[in-house]
């Protein structure tokens, strides 16, 4: 079975220890939870391992940007104007395949068929691409992620352990090049933004229109349930789960 929640907005920690808690959840009771919500500020997220030697502080806090670590690995996003989804399944889920990029390929393809329902027709990245830099998420497609007209459109990362799996992804509506380039410390930040605009792609540019959570949450039941082949319920966070949440948040913390 998969659970899709349909999310409020939270702080970025706060966002993160959710999907943490979620994670715990679907070893206890062995289900997958697909959980889609936003930011309740701009929050740049960064990949559980990432240096952030390059970033440049002074602009976050004059700008109101949050920032966070990821528990999944991957590069920097910049949370403003999407929406976030988390799959989070136990790790000896049978339904999905036990090696990274098998259960990358099969996500994404769950994620390709929901598109459709939205009249959006993407294909897998698969091959490996140069990164730009070493900052930023969109200026590569990684091997499966998902592509719209040749440019990468949904970025994903994963978190394993012996006992669960997160796969984090953005589904951006209205990326800001500009000041996702500028929370890191480029010193030809123009020329930067004009490589990653020809790399990447949003849901304005590709619909020239915004689709509500609602609308996406119903997709990705019809596309979810046609590669998984499992019941697919709606449900909501539990009091429980957000308590727990709230006790290891500061876990992702990161103070400027």
């Not at 209205?174 to 890191?184: A, E, G, L, N, S």
Request: charged residues 25%; hydrophobic residues 35%; glycine residues 4%.
């Amino acid at each position: 079975m998969i659970k899709i929640i349909v999310d409020d907005s939270y702080e970025g920690a706060m966002n993160m220890a959710l999907d943490m808690v979620l994670a715990e959840r679907c070893l206890q009771q062995k289900i997958s939870i697909l959980r889609i919500y936003e930011w309740k500020v701009p929050t740049l997220s960064v990949g559980k391992h990432q240096k952030v030697d390059n970033i440049d502080w002074e602009f976050l806090s004059k700008e109101g940007i949050d920032i966070v670590r990821r528990p999944t690995g991957g590069r920097a996003v910049l949370h403003k104007n999407e929406f976030t989804y988390s799959f989070s399944t136990f790790s000896s889920n049978k339904n999905l395949p036990s090696d990274i990029l098998g259960s990358y390929k099969k996500i994404s393809h769950a994620l390709i068929e929901s598109l459709k329902n939205l009249n959006i027709y993407a294909t897998l990245e698969t091959s490996k691409n140069q990164c730009l830099t070493k900052d930023i998420c969109y200026d590569a497609s990684s091997l499966y992620e998902i592509k719209v007209n040749g440019k990468k459109f949904i970025g994903s990362a994963q978190y394993r352990t012996k006992d669960f799996i997160i796969q984090h992804g953005s589904i951006p509506l209205k990326i800001d090049y500009d000041r996702y380039i500028r929370c890191f410390k480029y010193s030809h930040p123009d020329l930067i933004k004009e490589k990653i605009k020809k790399t990447v792609i949003d849901l304005c540019t590709i619909k020239n229109t915004i689709i509500s959570k609602k609308e996406l949450a119903e997709s990705f039941k019809i596309g979810f349930g046609l590669i998984f082949n499992e019941q697919i319920i709606f449900s909501s966070l539990e009091i429980d789960e957000i308590e727990k949440a709230n006790n290891i948040k500061e876990t992702f913390e990161i103070h400027l």
